[in-house]
């Protein structure tokens, strides 16, 4: 019988992902959920509905609403949270990063981690340094990662992968896919998806 498995869709510049990123895999092996992370990039996809930017700042009370129930949700997980400057954060390079990662055996530790630079520090995701310190504290050796990131080849995998979240109808992030192409939206769908994945198994 194969392992019931998950999907987990996600831009590093989305704060409900950070919280999701954060407690996904302790769930998941609780009720033996296999998971899969998939960076991609929500920018492409938010531009088909007309937006330039996050929902957070186009709507200003869907902002506020947002950031202080992140606030909540953090006390709540035990989670440090610190507004980066400037929101949303451009996500490009730490989801390039990732694929490189994801295909050896640091790539979800690295996911959970850039995630708790960016909102539970206040860094910059989109810097080098940032991304090399990260690195760094996994005992990655950055240059040649960082070098292979932007190689056009790993360019094209992030360019596929945001086409195949499209092609799966994600809208917005975390969202969650299950073998049979069920959909599931928001952090606070993880435990959903990861029992609709169970009956199927």
Same mark, same amino acid.
């Given at each position: 019988?194969?392992?019931?498995?998950?999907?987990?869709?996600?831009?590093?510049?989305?704060?409900?992902?950070?919280?999701?990123?954060?407690?996904?895999?302790?769930?998941?092996?609780?009720?033996?959920?296999?998971?899969?992370?998939?960076?991609?990039?929500?920018?492409?996809?938010?531009?088909?509905?007309?937006?330039?930017?996050?929902?957070?700042?186009?709507?200003?009370?869907?902002?506020?609403?947002?950031?202080?129930?992140?606030?909540?949700?953090?006390?709540?997980?035990?989670?440090?949270?610190?507004?980066?400057?400037?929101?949303?954060?451009?996500?490009?390079?730490?989801?390039?990063?990732?694929?490189?990662?994801?295909?050896?055996?640091?790539?979800?530790?690295?996911?959970?981690?850039?995630?708790?630079?960016? /909102?539970?520090?206040?860094?910059?995701?989109?810097?080098?340094?940032?991304?090399?310190?990260?690195?760094?504290?996994?005992?990655?050796?950055?240059?040649?990662?960082?070098?292979?990131?932007?190689?056009?080849?790993?360019?094209?995998?992030?360019?596929?992968?945001?086409?195949?979240?499209?092609?799966?109808?994600? /809208?917005?992030?975390?969202? /969650?896919?299950?073998?049979?192409?069920?959909? /599931?939206?928001?952090?606070?769908?993880?435990?959903?998806?990861?029992?609709?994945?169970?009956?199927?198994?």
């Amino acid at each position: 019988m194969t392992k019931p498995a998950v999907d987990f869709w996600f831009d590093f510049a989305s704060t409900y992902s950070y919280l999701a990123a954060a407690r996904i895999r302790t769930l998941a092996a609780d009720m033996k959920v296999a998971i899969t992370f998939r960076p991609f990039l929500l920018g492409p996809i938010f531009k088909t509905q007309g937006w330039d930017t996050s929902p957070f700042n186009l709507y200003p009370a869907k902002g506020r609403y947002m950031w202080r129930d992140l606030e909540r949700q953090c006390a709540d997980q035990g989670l440090p949270l610190k507004r980066p400057d400037p929101f949303p954060q451009h996500s490009v390079l730490a989801a390039r990063v990732a694929l490189i990662g994801l295909g050896q055996d640091w790539g979800d530790d690295f996911c959970v981690n850039v995630f708790r630079a960016q /909102f539970g520090e206040g860094r910059s995701i989109s810097e080098p340094a940032t991304l090399a310190a990260v690195l760094a504290d996994l005992n990655v050796v950055a240059e040649p990662v960082l070098a292979a990131a932007q190689a056009d080849d790993n360019k094209a995998r992030l360019r596929t992968q945001t086409e195949d979240a499209a092609r799966y109808n994600i /809208f917005g992030a975390p969202s /969650f896919t299950t073998s049979d192409g069920e959909l /599931f939206w928001g952090n606070d769908r993880l435990e959903q998806a990861l029992a609709w994945a169970r009956r199927l198994g």
